[in-house]
């Protein structure tokens, strides 16, 4: 069963996005060793999501961070020895490693870096939907902000979500999945659980679309299909393999065929060909009427994270996430347990 409530976010078209910043290989190793030295200094490391720029990622790479998708993000920075973790990816990453790891310093390049369903999921209208439906198990998104996940009972990443609403399932639980419609609807067609979705996506994973992706299939007969389930579900069904970043990494590396169509934010090509270097990795196009278009499978908010702006944060410490004590305790309880529950599973 699924009952809908109305849309409360369309397209953020109106998001700039900044220009990639082109530098010699010389000028590249200049700025990586300056801020290596400045790291040191700070005792800060760099943690960097899939989608942040290969510039990003690389700097991570070469200067000992990590680079993961959120929750392995908030995982390693908290073991990590760092008193300063530089969180280059979007606001609720930064907050997820504040509240797993308090005691630590957590900078981000930029505080205006968003993401599309966390501005569609505003914390008053979801604690009002909550308020009507107390019958139901709060399950949200990592994708949400401190406050939504504080309402929370789980909070899940598209990794471990499958197997939490089946557990819950299981116990004969009605659930309230927020924020994402598109992965709410994949998880309850692999359940069948009694899921009430809330009504915000993804910018990037939107803009796939089925047509397109059947035009380019049929020119890339042998490759298979890697698909993430933030994308509408008519473009789910076309997949090879569906997962999250980590999972759409494995199954590159693990599958046979030599050429994949890869329906995620592009900048996943940059670990995705280390891991896979003899692959040949298609982009899935976005726009209907041109199947080759490349223009909007692009996280603008992940492309605010410029080296600039990682640089500026980490020498004047501005940027600075702050997670309210209270909100912090709360949310770090749906955290917890879906951390809990994937140790059972060796997630
Ligand atoms: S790619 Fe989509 S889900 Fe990820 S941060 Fe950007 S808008 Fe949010």
Not at 43 to 69: K, V
Not at 164 to 180: Q, S, T
Not at 238 to 266: H, M, W, Y
Request: charged share 20%; proline share 5%.
């Amino acid at each position: 069963m699924s009952n809908l409530i109305p849309m409360l976010f369309t397209q953020a078209d109106a998001v700039a996005k900044p220009a990639p910043m082109i530098l010699s290989e010389q000028e590249k190793a200049s700025w990586f060793a300056r801020i290596q030295d400045e790291l040191v200094q700070h005792h800060a490391i760099i943690i960097a999501h899939y989608y942040t720029s290969p510039l990003i990622q690389e700097l991570a790479q070469a200067t000992g961070g990590f680079i993961g998708d959120s929750l392995e993000m908030a995982r390693w920075g908290k073991q990590h020895d760092a008193t300063t973790l530089i969180v280059a990816g979007v606001r609720f990453m930064g907050e997820s490693a504040k509240i797993l790891s308090p005691e630590k310093r957590v900078l981000m390049p930029t505080l205006e870096a968003n993401c599309s369903m966390d501005i569609g999921c505003p914390i008053e209208e979801f604690d009002a939907f909550c308020d009507a439906h107390p019958d139901r198990v709060v399950v949200v998104y990592a994708n949400t902000s401190a406050a939504v996940k504080a309402r929370a009972d789980w909070m899940v990443t598209s990794s471990i979500a499958v197997p939490i609403i089946e557990h819950l399932d299981g116990l004969g639980k009605k659930i309230l999945f927020a924020p994402d419609r598109h992965l709410g609807r994949y998880i309850q067609g692999k359940t069948g659980a009694d899921m009430l979705l809330w009504q915000s996506s993804c910018i990037v994973h939107d803009a796939f679309k089925a047509n397109t992706l059947r035009q380019l299939k049929a020119q890339y007969p042998d490759a298979a299909v890697l698909v993430h389930p933030e994308a509408h579900h008519d473009v789910i069904a076309l997949a090879d393999s569906v997962g999250s970043t980590t999972q759409l990494i494995k199954a590159c590396t693990q599958l046979p065929n030599q050429q994949f169509i890869v329906a995620t934010e592009r900048n996943i090509f940059y670990k995705m060909q280390q891991a896979a270097p003899n692959k040949q990795l298609i982009q899935a196009p976005a726009d209907e009427a041109n199947a080759t278009c490349r223009s909007c499978i692009h996280c603008p908010w992940m492309a605010m994270n410029s080296l600039e702006a990682l640089e500026r944060a980490l020498l004047t410490g501005s940027n600075e996430i702050q997670v309210d004590p209270q909100i912090a305790k709360r949310a770090l309880i749906p955290l917890n347990r879906m951390m809990e529950f994937a140790k059972t599973l060796n997630l």
